[in-house]
C-alpha cells in the first residue's frame, strides 16, 4: 500500500511541476496602462531619450505598462480609453489631430485617465503657422508663452505644497542644474493650484528674463482628471536628480490613482 501511494505521488510531482511552469509563463496583468507622446527629434531630444530609459525601468519593476508615440495621428477616443494615464513628455499643444483633441479633451474634462505634462506643454501661443489651443489654454491657467533663457540657467525650486502626494519625499529646495525657464505673459496662480516656483534671483549665471511670481508646478482642480504640469524638461541631466526623479515618480502614480 505505502509503495503504491509513493508512485503516484512521484507520478503526480512531473505534472505538478508542469503545471507551474505553464503558471509561470503567463503573462502578469499589469497595475496600469500609461502612453507617452514624445516628440521624435528637436533639441529635447536627449531627454526624451533619457526619460524613456528611466520610464522602462519603472514601468518593470512596477508592473506597469507603458507604450510609446509620437505623434497624434492614433488619438481618438477608443485609443486612449486603453490607458489610465497620459504622459505628455516634451510635446507642445499644437498640431494635434482633430480626433486627438477632441479625445483629449474629453479624457481630462472626464476623468477618464491623469496626464502629466512636461516643458513643451506650455508653448502656448501661435507657432509654426497654427494658433492657439483654446481649452488647452484653459487647462494650463490662461498663459502664453512669452520668452526663455536661451543660454540657460541653474536655479532653485521651492516647494509651496508639501502635503501634496506629488511632492512627497521632495526637498522643500531643490536645485535645477540645466534649464532654459520659461516666462509667460501672466502667472498661471489665479486659475491653479501652484505646488512649487522657481526663485529666480538664485538664476546662475543671472538672468533678467524673469516673471516675479513663476510657478513652475502645478495642478488645475477644476478638470476632474488627476493633472500635473513639470515645466522641468529640458535636459537629460534631470535623471540625475533624485529630487526631480522622485517628484517623476510620485506624479505617475498619483496622476494614475495607483498609491
Request: aromatic share 16%; with cysteine; proline share 5%.
Amino acid at each position: 500500500m505505502f509503495q503504491r501511494i509513493c508512485r503516484k505521488i512521484l507520478l503526480f510531482i512531473p505534472i505538478m511541476a508542469g503545471l507551474c511552469s505553464l503558471l509561470a509563463m503567463q503573462p502578469v496583468k499589469p497595475r496600469f496602462r500609461v502612453l507617452v507622446l514624445a516628440e521624435n527629434g528637436g533639441h529635447h531630444i536627449a531627454y526624451s531619450k533619457a526619460a524613456r530609459v528611466w520610464l522602462d525601468k519603472l514601468a518593470a519593476d512596477s508592473s506597469f505598462a507603458i507604450d510609446y508615440i509620437n505623434n497624434t495621428d492614433r488619438i481618438d477616443s477608443v485609443f486612449l480609453a486603453q490607458y489610465q494615464l497620459f504622459i505628455q513628455l516634451d510635446y507642445p499643444p499644437y498640431a494635434w489631430k482633430p480626433a486627438a483633441v477632441n479625445a483629449f479633451e474629453q479624457y481630462i474634462s472626464e476623468g477618464k485617465g491623469g496626464w502629466i505634462g512636461f516643458h513643451h506643454a506650455t508653448l502656448l501661443g501661435e507657432f509654426d503657422g497654427y494658433g492657439l489651443w483654446p481649452w488647452f489654454y484653459e487647462f494650463m491657467g490662461k498663459i502664453r508663452f512669452k520668452d526663455y533663457i536661451a543660454d540657460f540657467a541653474a536655479g532653485d525650486v521651492h516647494v509651496e505644497d508639501a502635503a501634496h502626494p506629488v511632492l512627497k519625499g521632495v526637498p522643500a529646495v531643490f536645485n535645477v542644474k540645466t534649464e532654459e525657464w520659461y516666462t509667460y505673459d501672466r502667472s498661471p496662480r489665479s486659475s491653479v493650484h501652484v505646488l512649487a516656483s522657481v526663485d529666480e534671483n538664485s538664476y546662475q549665471p543671472a538672468s533678467e528674463k524673469k516673471m516675479g511670481d513663476h510657478p513652475v508646478i502645478w495642478t488645475n482642480t477644476a478638470y476632474k482628471a488627476r493633472n500635473v504640469y513639470i515645466f522641468m524638461g529640458h535636459s537629460p541631466d534631470l535623471f540625475e536628480n533624485n529630487a526631480y526623479l522622485t517628484l517623476f515618480r510620485n506624479a505617475i502614480f498619483w496622476a494614475a490613482g495607483k498609491p
